[in-house]
């Protein structure tokens, strides 16, 4: 089991240009979800997908669409990079039993927006 | 509104001593709390959790203690080992799928 996946693993664009962050599981999970890690400001919430076909907005959804494309992936979509979007970009999902402890984070996708 | 903070960014022991590493919350709403270790270049891995009844849970060489009067969480590690230098992250988790994370600790255990 290759666990999470994130593509690519480095990006760099210039204001303005688009891009679509990709992960995928291979265990199964229900949920997943979208954080962005910001020096001195831990992992926040960008959306979260409970289920195939349904999505939620978390902390900090502006500026970001998502597609549950089905069960296995999920992906995050830039429209128009802002250089406050440069971040690293983390895909988590989460299975059964859906206790608190049964998240699983991919290595993460490195932002930066010129 | 920060609702898990981690008040020290970094924390430098000898190997064999304790670590202790500290989290601090102000949503009392929480289930669970729970810490991850972030190696460079990687992505968080859960370590161990605490459920928002109990005031312990051990697992090796990690200990979380939950202080709810005083709001506050910790981590002990001991003994330290070098390949415990990381970041630590500790998050409370409410509801069905929300987590809040702290800004992260970063361990250096020194050799």
Same mark, same amino acid.
């Given at each position: ?114 | ?26 949503? !009392? ?22 459920? !928002? ?59």
């Amino acid at each position: 089991n290759a666990g999470v996946t994130q593509t690519p693993k480095f990006q760099v664009l210039k204001t303005g240009q688009s891009m679509t962050l990709q992960c995928a599981q291979d265990m199964n999970h229900n949920s997943m979800y979208w954080y962005r890690q910001d020096p001195g400001m831990g992992l926040r919430l960008i959306y979260y997908s409970a289920s195939e076909g349904t999505t939620d907005k978390g902390e900090v959804p502006n500026g970001y669409n998502v597609s549950r494309l089905n069960k296995r992936e999920f992906s995050l979509r830039l429209e128009s990079a802002a250089p406050s979007q440069t971040s690293v970009y983390f895909c988590a999902s989460r299975g059964q039993p859906l206790t608190a402890d049964t998240q699983y984070f991919g290595p993460g996708t490195r932002l930066t927006v010129l | 509104d920060q609702q898990v903070k981690q008040n020290s960014p970094s924390l430098s022991v000898q190997e064999g001593r304790i670590s202790i590493l500290n989290c601090d919350y102000t949503n !009392s709403m929480f289930d669970y709390f729970l810490w991850y270790k972030k190696y460079p270049a990687e992505g968080p891995t859960f370590l161990i959790s605490i459920s !928002s009844i109990k005031d312990k849970n051990e697992d090796g060489r990690f200990t979380v203690f939950l202080n709810k009067s005083a709001k506050h969480l910790s981590l002990h590690i001991v003994p330290s080992q070098p390949g415990d230098s990381a970041v630590y992250f500790c998050a409370g988790f409410s509801g069905t799928y929300k987590y809040i994370f702290g800004t992260g600790t970063r361990l250096k255990v020194l050799a």
